[in-house]
């Protein structure tokens, strides 16, 4: 699956040791996932590379100004036409586990095209003409949405099928389907007794029906 981001920060992208390593940096490695960064600044016309102005009406902040971003879009949109312009913003939809499967299976041929805003915003113009799909990833605001869009990245390539081995499936997953979309039982692992703290008897009992019905039971 290709993502292509657009920010005016590419190294925190591509100097990212969590793109290189585990999970994510095997599935690169592999080819199952590609990112591709993209500068939203080379595409200012600006004499000083210039991407934000003062906002219309006034008020704190900066707002991310059209021109760099049409052009930037424009650009990416070339390279991969059928790819979803993904906005992330504090005031998008918030992004969940069912996101997140529908984006793996729906978008895994196209890929996703992801904005990253910064300052206050972006002009209402840019988000008008050429965003598909706003996304948050929760009720706080974040300085912009690079980590926003990691946070995505993450979430949708461990779903893309062989990207996660057989013994981590994300059909057990907190929140999947299987589990009523609840939160994971807790889990114990050796020793029996740690610290004079034992492990539930049920999970020792070798009764594979009674294991499963405590499991179901300590979902949250
Ligand atoms: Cl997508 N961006 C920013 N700037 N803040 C956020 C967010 C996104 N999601 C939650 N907070």
């Known amino acids: 699956m290709r993502f292509d981001v657009l920010t005016i920060f590419p190294s925190f992208f591509e ?3 969590y793109f290189k390593y585990s999970i994510l940096g095997e599935a690169t490695k592999k080819g ?3 990112v591709h960064t993209h500068d939203i600044r080379e595409y200012s016309e600006d004499k000083h590379k210039k991407v934000d102005d003062t906002p219309y009406g006034g008020g704190a ?3 991310m100004t059209c021109q760099p971003l049409f052009a930037a879009i424009k650009s990416v949109k070339k390279e991969n036409p059928k790819a979803p312009v993904v906005f992330l913003t504090p005031q998008g939809e918030t992004w969940t586990q069912p996101h997140a499967e529908e984006f793996a299976t729906k978008h895994e041929q196209t890929g996703l095209i992801l904005l990253c805003g910064r300052y206050e915003g972006i002009d209402q113009r840019v988000r008008d003409a050429l ?4 996304i948050s990833i929760g009720d706080y605001v974040l300085t912009g949405g690079e980590l926003a869009v990691m946070t995505l990245i993450d979430s949708i390539t461990r779903l893309i099928p062989g990207v996660l081995g057989n013994e981590n499936s994300p059909e057990e997953d907190s929140f999947c389907v299987k589990f009523d979309r609840k939160k994971e039982y807790p889990h114990y692992t050796k020793p029996e007794e740690f610290q ?3 492990v539930p008897d049920v999970l020792l009992s070798g009764h594979h029906a009674n294991i499963e019905a405590w499991r179901h039971d300590n979902l949250k």
């Open 15 to 17: 100097e990212n040791p």
């Open 32 to 34: 199952q996932i590609e």
């Open 61 to 63: 902040g900066m707002v």
């Open 131 to 134: 965003v598909d799909i706003e």
């Open 196 to 198: 004079g703290i034992k």
